[in-house]
Every structure is written in C-alpha cells, then in structure tokens.
C-alpha cells in the first residue's frame, strides 16, 4: 500500500501476536511503514529546505520577514519596514525610511500591499482614481480640477432639497414653475451641521431654468430650520428672470457649534 499521507491519513494495520509474519505480509507492512516515514520527512523538510511546502521552508520565511513588537514602545533600532503595534491608539505602525526622512506611520494608512516600497511622505506622488474622503490640503496647486454637476429635468418649486453630499453644484433644466425654498443639507440621512465644523465654509450653486414665467427663490434653509441670507447688493430678490438661467451662489460659513450660519448670496441672470 502507498502512503496516502499528507492528502490523508493511513489507515495502518498492526499485526496481533498471534499472527504470523504473512498476515498481514511482514514485508508489507515495513513497505508501508517506510512509505509513511518518507512522506512525513519530506513533509517536514531538511535543513535549509528550498522546497516551498515544506514545513522548514515555511518557517524560514516566517522568520525572515521583519520583526513586530507588542506594546506600547517602538523598537530601539527599527529598520524599513518594521511593524509594531501602539496599544496607545490601537493601530499598525510601520517604519518607514526613505533617505530623507524616517519615522512611524500609521500602516492602515498607506496600505499594506506596497507600503514601504512605493509611498514616501515627502516625495512627490501621483495618485489615480482615489477617492479622498474629509481631505485637509494645505498650500495646494490644482491643476486642470474638474467639478462635477448635479443636472436634472426638474422643474423648481416649492421645497428643494440640496443634498452637498451629491454635488455642490445643480442645475434643473425644466422651467421652474413657482417660488421655491432651497433647503441645503448633507443629504437625506446627513445634516449640513454634521460635515461643517465651526470655521468651515461651503459654497453651492444652485442653477434653475426659467420659461417665460420666472420665479425666484423665496426662502432658505439649512437643514430644515430658516436662515436669512446677506445678499449681494443688499437686498433678496423678489423675481426671476425670464427665458433665462438663473444661478444662486451660497457661501455658507458655520460660525458657532449652536449651529450658526453666515450666507453669503448672491443671484445672477444667464441668458
């Protein structure tokens, strides 16, 4: 019988005392036996294996991967790409050197799977369909920006709820057909107060429509409670424009946790 090891286990007979040496055959059963030896040898492998399922192999790799530490002190000469866990803040590091500077970072950040070899931190990067959530960009130069519109065939009237999570610019390209209360939020599930913290500023545009008979904004709100913007000119307007495109420009600054807002306004005609 060939070992059937490791795929699965043998299923060896041992001979009673009673037995005589054919039965079960001696010389199979030591056939068996050294079938079984081998398959376990190779299993485990020799010194130094260079075959990748052994278990030797294995554990040489495991051994020379780079160290990790548990607690709350990093390693007293770390090397590129050491890890260890800050019990702290509950989070990966990764040591981190590139020549110019060298220092723990959080490992979640970067992403493990080409973290020390591709990403440096004052090195120049260049990231392609990533999606930034919350950034804080200090001194940016933006080159060829793109802003995506929110554009509709709705007609303006009555409430309208300006979700920013959307977009922060609309456009309805239905003829507005009555006065309308723009009502600006994060979106259905999201309040304005809960993405702007107190500082922050955002600004909408919202572009709308009209036929022949204009109408205008005559409300505004920020998550459902009124505000009262500070318009451009001094003074709310009081129609629309017809046959045109009118577009309101908000600048909503949150000035106080409460929340408190300043709204700056303003409304141009389009034709």
């Known amino acids: ?24 055959s001696h010389s199979a059963q030591h056939a068996d036996a050294n079938d079984a030896i081998e398959a376990l040898q190779a299993k485990v492998g020799i010194d ?31 090397s590129s790409g050491n890890l260890w866990w800050d019990s702290n803040t509950g989070r990966l590091k990764i040591y981190y050197n590139d020549g110019d500077s060298s220092q723990w970072v959080d490992a979640y950040t970067l992403g493990i799977g080409d973290l020390v ?27 060829g920006t793109q802003e995506s519109w929110n554009v509709a065939a709705t007609a303006a009237t009555g409430t309208v709820d300006f979700d920013t999570l959307t977009s ?16 600006v939020r994060g979106d259905g599930s999201t309040t304005l107060d809960s993405v702007l913290d107190t500082g922050d500023s955002i600004t909408v ?11 205008y904004a005559s409300g505004f709100e920020i998550d459902g409670s009124a505000v009262t913007p500070e318009w451009q000119g001094g003074s709310a307007p009081s129609s629309g424009n017809a046959s045109s495109i009118d577009a309101y420009v908000y600048t909503i600054i949150k000035t106080a946790a409460t929340p408190t807002y300043t709204v700056l306004a303003s409304q141009t005609q389009f034709a």
Do not use: C
Request: no cysteine; proline share 8%.
């Open 1 to 24: 019988m060939a070992t059937n090891f490791p795929s699965s286990l043998d299923s060896l007979t041992n001979p009673q005392s009673s037995d005589g040496l054919n039965n079960p």
């Open 117 to 143: 070899e591709n990403v440096t931190l004052n090195g120049l990067q260049t990231l392609t369909n990533k999606t930034l959530t919350a950034p804080v960009v200090n001194n940016a130069v933006l080159q």
């Open 48 to 78: 130094s294996s260079a075959v990748t399922t052994s278990h030797d192999y294995k554990i040489a790799q495991l051994e020379a991967r780079p160290s990790t530490s548990v607690g709350d002190t990093p390693p007293s000469s770390p």
């Open 205 to 215: 545009v919202f572009a709308v429509t009209q036929g022949a008979t204009p109408y």
């Open 168 to 183: 922060t610019a609309w456009l309805y390209t239905s003829d507005a057909t009555g006065n309308w209360t723009l009502n």
